[in-house]
């Protein structure tokens, strides 16, 4: 199977996919046995490339990063929008990576329910459509005999759900705790150094750590997502976003970062999801940690995350939750296993 790819979106973590992409090009031919096109580039902003054949994907991305616009590219087209490229081209992956919004999950939810509507593999990191209409979307993949994977709508690359999928299949997932948003880490680990709140976020932001609307992060909706995600995917519920208590980190003064130090603690922003005796609960909120807790460790946009199983007690992950590669590889191991799963000849002798 050639895997033809069109991106729908292509801002930061569109460009960390596309470099990995580029640079692992032979690696990933000669040691995963993964062969692929770029055929299209969809972005609101930037425009749309489109060449059955293959666009030249590193010409796109340098034209990107130096924020120049597509109209440079030779295999520029006028007029196309998102619908038209994932339904009327060759494509069979859609990387849909536009931005996202917790409230409506569009345009990604439109993005994907065509897509696997009309028999394409999804890739995503798009955390709306799959907190707000999971159950949905699986089905009509389904139905399609197509894969939806959403690895990196939680922690980044960090493998949350190659973990859960495969080495923890089996295992009964009771409850999971962790630190989700790296941002709110960031902005916490830089007050303890003396810097305020406005500076850290700021900087969290040119980083490019930061969702496009900074709220979702400091206010706790981006953490209340993945939580969302993780309480349906991991414990097969059907939790709703006013199901979950969130609260962010803005009302945490420098002042209390200091009083915590002072007594041996830290402020973090923690989110759980926990099977009871009643379904399935969850939450997001800060909560002020002692050093022995191993959540207090964990500093800048690091993430972590530590499930209680019943087979092996704890396991816990570390890892990069934000980041414009760290996020793109998330992509990329999503393509990989839908290469294992179609791609017989993928398969290691
Ligand atoms: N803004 C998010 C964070 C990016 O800081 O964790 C990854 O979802």
């Keep these: 199977m050639e895997f033809r790819l069109a991106f729908i979106g292509f801002g930061t973590v569109g460009r960390g996919l596309m470099q990995l992409l580029t640079e692992k090009q032979s690696e990933l031919k000669n040691q995963q046995n993964f062969q692929f096109k770029t055929i299209a ?129 089996g295992a009964e997932i009771k409850r999971v705790r962790g630190i989700l948003n790296g941002t709110t880490n960031y902005i916490l680990t830089q007050m303890e150094n003396g810097i305020g709140y406005k500076e850290a976020l700021h900087d969290a932001q040119l980083k490019g750590y930061a969702e496009a609307v900074p709220d979702a992060d400091v206010l706790g909706w981006d953490a209340k997502a993945k939580v969302l995600i993780l309480a349906n995917v991991l414990m097969g519920a059907h939790l709703e976003a006013p199901d979950i208590h969130c609260e962010g980190i803005t009302n945490i003064t420098l002042a209390d970062i200091q009083n915590a130090r002072a007594n041996g603690k830290r402020w973090k922003l923690i989110g759980s999801v926990e099977k009871t005796d009643s379904g399935v609960s969850a939450s997001v909120k800060p909560l002020e940690l002692s050093e022995n807790d191993f959540l207090a460790g964990i500093s800048g946009i690091t993430n972590a995350l530590s499930f209680d199983t019943d087979t092996l007690g704890e396991v816990t992950i570390i890892g990069p939750g934000a980041g414009k590669i760290e996020t793109g590889f998330s992509l990329l191991t999503d393509l990989l296993a839908i290469n294992r799963n179609h791609n017989c000849s993928a398969l290691r002798k």
């Design 41 to 169: 580039i969809h972005d609101i902003i930037l425009g749309t490339i489109y060449n059955e054949n293959g666009i030249n994907g590193k010409l796109a991305l340098d034209l990107a990063e130096k924020r120049k616009s597509l109209a440079e590219h030779p295999d520029i087209v006028d007029g196309w929008d998102s619908e038209r490229i994932i339904t009327q081209t060759s494509a069979n992956v859609i990387v849909e990576i536009t931005p996202t919004n917790i409230k409506t999950g569009e345009p990604g939810l439109t993005h994907v329910r065509t897509a696997l509507g009309n028999k394409k593999h999804v890739v995503t990191t798009n955390k709306g459509p799959v907190a707000l209409a999971l159950k949905e979307l699986k089905n009509l993949a389904t139905e399609n005999g197509v894969d939806f994977r959403f690895e990196g709508t939680v922690m980044s690359g960090t493998p949350v759900f190659h973990l859960t999928d495969t080495g923890l299949a």
